[in-house]
């Protein structure tokens, strides 16, 4: 248990095999996805379908608790993907009841590299007037701080995960039901956090004041005989076959029995500051966030990118998946042809889970291939979500031109990634980030391209805004780790030697 916070920075967080890690090493991820049901026959089947749906936003491991009345609640907590676990009729008849939450996880803060099975979520607790179970989507930047002080006390941790300060502040709360315990124990905390929670008979769900991280409300079957689902993201609501009703607004609980949902509001009002980067990348882009389709809103980024950085070329290619919406946006404003250059293989996940030295060489060529008809004698405009480390899109440049692009530029549909990011979302150092001790024309210079432009901010803004049709100024979204603006304090990592942008 690691009560004194190791020095900033850490960069050892994966468990995943460090092979698999350095073939996607270039992008920022989405550490947890939540998943809620209550009031349907065998709730956790929904509850697994509705993670597999939220892989995206975790591959590490996954967990799942039921209640049924008769029974109780029932716990089943697996490293690896949801279709590998949480299929087997084995297993999923141990999560009996209509009433589920589950979580699917990357890493958390508190658990760089040392995962072990006790700190998947989702958590349970038994207080004196029932059982509590807790699953989150963000990060407490207090955590550290309040773990302190709850070890003080007397409090016992199972677990590395700050998620389990939340459980933690329930249990001393002197309040009389878990609701109001839940309410107590989330004015202490501090951070981003879509919480899912359940109790034996209530699902619960949370978004921090700021709402920096989504969370919806679904309505499942007819609505005399349903039930209701919370999710990370609307792709988890339609897999189930629920009907999307709302987002849970910024500093919201609801609370969900068989009469209905009802709304408190335990936090002070704040204006909000939903991550920019949702919109950008971690979302799937079949899902709706402020009311408009994530898909479009890529587009209309690669609208405004065109816009913004046009250059003379024969070809726009995206680097797939994440950069095939601006491109498409991308080449309809620009008028230049659009095409598949590089072709993704959906099947690589774990292949080579112990690769050989032969085999490690080979790098992202596992991942991506280039299409070498289509490119050969081309101007190829490359439009990528993100730069992060700049290693694969390096490698990505190299491909291109061994297949004998005539030019290569890079265009990318997010502004220079400077700032990590604190909020749960998996950054490396701030050192290892590209963007941080070089200016464009230096990472230009670095990646060997003919040219390399990111959208601006304000680019970037005016793009989401667009999409939605309204126009979105600075600062209603989070945007650190761009501007190195943090809307919430990351006190945990202050305390380690992280220091924040100087004051211009
Ligand atoms: S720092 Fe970046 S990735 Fe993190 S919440 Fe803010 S915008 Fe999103």
């Given at each position: 248990?690691r009560?004194?916070?190791?020095?900033?920075?850490?960069d050892?967080?994966?468990p995943?095999?460090?092979?698999?890690?350095?073939l996607?090493?270039?992008?920022?991820?989405?550490?947890?996805?939540?998943f809620?049901v209550i009031?349907v026959?065998?709730?956790?089947?929904f509850?697994a379908?509705?993670?597999?749906?939220l892989q995206?936003?975790?591959q590490?491991?996954?967990?799942?608790?039921?209640?049924?009345?008769?029974?109780g609640?029932h716990?089943?907590r697996?490293f690896g993907y949801?279709?590998?676990?949480?299929t087997?009729?084995s297993?999923?008849?141990?999560?009996?009841?209509?009433?589920?939450?589950?979580?699917?996880?990357?890493?958390t803060?508190?658990?760089?590299?040392?995962?072990?099975?006790r700190?998947?979520?989702?958590f349970?607790?038994?207080?004196?007037?029932?059982?509590a179970?807790?699953?989150?989507?963000?990060?407490?930047?207090n955590?550290?701080?309040?773990r302190?002080?709850?070890?003080?006390?007397?409090s016992i941790?199972q677990?590395?995960?700050?998620?389990?300060c939340?459980i933690?502040?329930?249990?001393?709360?002197?309040?009389r039901?878990?609701?109001e315990r839940?309410?107590d124990a989330?004015?202490?905390?501090?951070g981003?956090?879509s919480?899912?929670?359940?109790?034996?008979?209530?699902?619960?769900?949370?978004?921090d004041?700021?709402?920096?991280?989504?969370?919806m409300?679904?309505?499942?079957g007819?609505?005399?005989?349903?039930?209701?689902?919370?999710?990370?993201?609307t792709?988890?609501?339609d897999?189930?076959?629920?009907?999307?009703?709302?987002?849970?607004?910024?500093g919201?609980?609801v609370?969900?029995?068989?009469d209905?949902?009802?709304?408190?509001w335990?936090?002070?009002?704040?204006n909000p500051?939903?991550?920019?980067?949702?919109h950008?990348?971690?979302?799937?882009?079949?899902?709706?966030?402020?009311?408009?389709?994530v898909y479009?809103t890529?587009?209309?980024i690669?609208?405004?990118?065109a816009?913004?950085?046009?250059?003379d070329?024969?070809?726009?290619?995206p680097?797939?998946?994440?950069?095939t919406?601006?491109?498409i946006?991308?080449?309809?404003?620009?008028?230049?042809?659009?095409?598949?250059?590089?072709?993704?293989?959906?099947?690589?996940g774990?292949?080579?889970i112990?690769p050989?030295?032969?085999?490690?060489?080979?790098g992202?060529?596992?991942?991506?291939?280039v299409?070498?008809?289509?490119?050969?004698?081309?101007?190829?405009?490359?439009v990528?979500?993100?730069?992060v480390?700049?290693?694969?899109?390096?490698?990505i440049?190299?491909?291109?031109?061994?297949?004998?692009?005539a030019?290569?530029?890079f265009r990318?549909?997010?502004p220079?990634t400077?700032?990590p990011?604190?909020?749960?979302v998996?950054?490396?150092?701030?050192?290892k980030?590209l963007?941080?001790?070089?200016?464009?024309d230096e990472?230009?210079?670095?990646?060997a391209v003919?040219?390399?432009k990111?959208?601006?901010?304000?680019g970037?803004?005016?793009?989401?805004?667009?999409?939605?049709?309204?126009?979105?100024?600075?600062?209603q979204?989070?945007?650190a780790?761009?501007?190195?603006?943090?809307p919430?304090?990351p006190?945990?990592m202050?305390?380690?030697?992280f220091?924040?942008k100087a004051?211009?």
């Amino acid at each position: 248990m690691r009560v004194t916070p190791p020095a900033y920075p850490v960069d050892d967080r994966l468990p995943r095999h460090p092979f698999e890690r350095s073939l996607d090493d270039d992008k920022l991820r989405e550490e947890c996805g939540v998943f809620g049901v209550i009031g349907v026959a065998e709730a956790a089947n929904f509850v697994a379908l509705g993670l597999h749906a939220l892989q995206h936003r975790g591959q590490e491991a996954g967990g799942i608790v039921s209640h049924d009345p008769a029974t109780g609640f029932h716990t089943e907590r697996r490293f690896g993907y949801v279709r590998d676990n949480f299929t087997k009729q084995s297993l999923m008849a141990h999560l009996p009841g209509s009433l589920s939450i589950g979580h699917v996880r990357y890493s958390t803060a508190g658990t760089k590299g040392t995962t072990q099975i006790r700190d998947v979520q989702p958590f349970f607790g038994e207080f004196s007037m029932g059982g509590a179970a807790i699953a989150h989507n963000g990060n407490i930047t207090n955590a550290d701080a309040l773990r302190r002080e709850l070890i003080d006390r007397g409090s016992i941790f199972q677990s590395q995960s700050d998620s389990e300060c939340i459980i933690h502040l329930m249990a001393r709360s002197l309040q009389r039901n878990i609701p109001e315990r839940m309410k107590d124990a989330l004015r202490r905390v501090e951070g981003a956090f879509s919480i899912v929670a359940m109790t034996r008979t209530k699902l619960i769900g949370v978004r921090d004041p700021l709402g920096v991280r989504p969370l919806m409300l679904g309505k499942v079957g007819s609505e005399k005989n349903g039930g209701w689902a919370l999710a990370s993201e609307t792709c988890a609501l339609d897999i189930i076959g629920a009907e999307f009703e709302r987002e849970i607004k910024p500093g919201e609980m609801v609370v969900i029995t068989k009469d209905g949902v009802e709304s408190f509001w335990p936090f002070e009002k704040r204006n909000p500051r939903f991550c920019i980067f949702e919109h950008v990348y971690f979302s799937r882009p079949d899902s709706i966030l402020g009311g408009q389709s994530v898909y479009t809103t890529r587009r209309q980024i690669g609208v405004e990118l065109a816009r913004e950085a046009p250059v003379d070329a024969d070809l726009v290619c995206p680097v797939p998946d994440s950069g095939t919406p601006a491109a498409i946006g991308f080449a309809h404003e620009s008028g230049i042809p659009f095409g598949m250059g590089i072709i993704r293989n959906q099947y690589m996940g774990r292949t080579f889970i112990e690769p050989t030295e032969q085999i490690r060489n080979m790098g992202v060529r596992l991942k991506l291939n280039v299409n070498r008809a289509l490119i050969r004698g081309k101007r190829v405009i490359l439009v990528d979500d993100s730069v992060v480390r700049g290693t694969t899109s390096r490698k990505i440049k190299e491909m291109i031109l061994d297949a004998g692009a005539a030019e290569v530029h890079f265009r990318i549909a997010s502004p220079p990634t400077a700032w990590p990011c604190f909020y749960g979302v998996d950054t490396p150092q701030r050192e290892k980030l590209l963007a941080a001790t070089m200016s464009e024309d230096e990472m230009c210079e670095h990646l060997a391209v003919d040219s390399l432009k990111f959208i601006s901010l304000d680019g970037l803004y005016l793009a989401v805004g667009e999409a939605r049709g309204r126009n979105a100024t600075h600062p209603q979204y989070c945007d650190a780790c761009f501007s190195g603006e943090y809307p919430v304090e990351p006190a945990d990592m202050i305390e380690k030697g992280f220091e924040l942008k100087a004051a211009e």
